[in-house]
């Protein structure tokens, strides 16, 4: 009876240490990464991934620098030529920016899908009381 009530235990300290350190991974990951954009491209959502961003809240702060994304990195929507492109961030930036990637550098843009057929990757952000933020995404004009 004494082998059974040890492994009892063991295991509970065991589920009890795994849902301990869940919830404070969960907590630090969520606490301190900023809140994703929502981008529509005419009328399709764009998928967007995190890219650079130094973000606080409270008395935690984390960095992360995301060198700029290729293509297959990211999940590429249908989009018409010259469609409108229209970023909603979960609150106004201070200062915002938005550029095209092209060849791995980024140049200042417009925020309208060129007309002829290709593959675009563009980033935008901004900064913020609790720090500053990039995102990423793509489209592909087809004919």
Known sequence: MRRKTMWFWVIVLILV??????????????????PLPTVKV??????????TYCWAN???A????????EPDDLQIVTVEPGATI??????APD??????IVDGELIPAERIVPSEPGVYLFETGGDWA????????GVEVTE
């Open 17 to 34: 240490g795994g849902i301990v350190y869940g919830l404070s991974f969960w907590q630090t990951s969520s606490g301190v990464k900023p």
């Open 42 to 51: 005419g009328s399709v959502t764009a998928e967007v991934k995190q890219s």
């Open 58 to 60: 409270g008395d935690e």
């Open 62 to 69: 984390v960095c992360e620098d995301h060198a700029l994304p």
């Open 86 to 91: 229209d970023v909603s961030f979960h609150e």
């Open 95 to 100: 200062n915002e920016t938005f550029h095209q």
């Open 130 to 137: 609790n720090g500053d933020s990039r995102y990423v995404f």
